[in-house]
């Protein structure tokens, strides 16, 4: 077979075997997209709509995740409401810091934040830190998964976030306009969606393999 129509083949069966992106990743970018598109047509200044726009979506994407984040503590660690009252009201406010200074910069220095410490959290799972590899691949019971197979995936969501901090720093040192950093920071969880599954399947160790 001809090794371009051989490559073109495996392409495509490797694309339609990918998931989906669920509703849940695209909530955070349609409410980002919509929230600036609706407060620019009304004449709020563009940081301040910036603004508003990301503290919107990321409420948007609180909602989306905190229920399902919610079950997964309690299955593992038998209880949940302490740690996600916690959660919530710190991000409650996080919201009200961005709302009351309205400074983009401190809004894209808050994702990156947010990128470093999960990111240091990915990092102590590959070290041995058996609470951070629970928390980041829950499993129902240690043997239902190879230990090799979630490192693995937390190698892959290490670079993941890492490429989130690299575009979300880059668009703030290029000084790249405010319209053209929500379109691409919309379309981001998307593209890494598509760009984890992926790599995912590329480089996937064998599952056969016993817990480490």
């Known amino acids: 077979m001809n090794p371009f129509r051989r490559f073109s083949m495996i392409l495509w069966i490797l694309l339609r075997s990918l998931p989906p992106v669920s509703w849940g990743r695209l909530l955070m970018p349609a409410v ?78 808050l994702v990156s934040l947010y990128g470093a410490l999960y990111l240091g959290v990915t990092l102590l799972g590959l070290c041995g830190d058996r609470v951070a590899l629970d928390r980041l691949v829950p499993v129902g019971a240690p043997s239902e998964v190879p230990l090799p197979f979630r490192h693995h995936l937390l190698r892959l969501y290490a670079l993941t976030v890492f490429l989130v901090i690299v575009v979300n720093e880059s668009l703030l040192i290029a000084h790249v306009p405010l319209g053209a950093r929500v379109a691409i920071l919309s379309v981001l969880p998307v593209v890494l969606h598509y760009l984890f599954e992926i790599m995912l399947r590329l480089t996937c160790p064998p599952l056969e393999d016993g817990p480490g």
């Open 32 to 109: 980002f997209v919509g929230s600036w598109t609706g407060l620019c047509a009304l004449g709020l200044e563009q940081p301040a709509a910036f603004v508003w726009s990301a503290v919107l979506a990321q409420a948007a994407h609180l909602y989306a995740v905190l229920p399902v984040s919610a079950v997964r503590q309690r299955r593992l660690f038998g209880r949940a409401r302490t740690a996600m009252w916690g959660a919530v009201l710190v991000c409650l406010g996080l919201f009200a810091l961005q709302i009351w200074l309205l400074n983009p910069v401190v809004t894209h220095r």
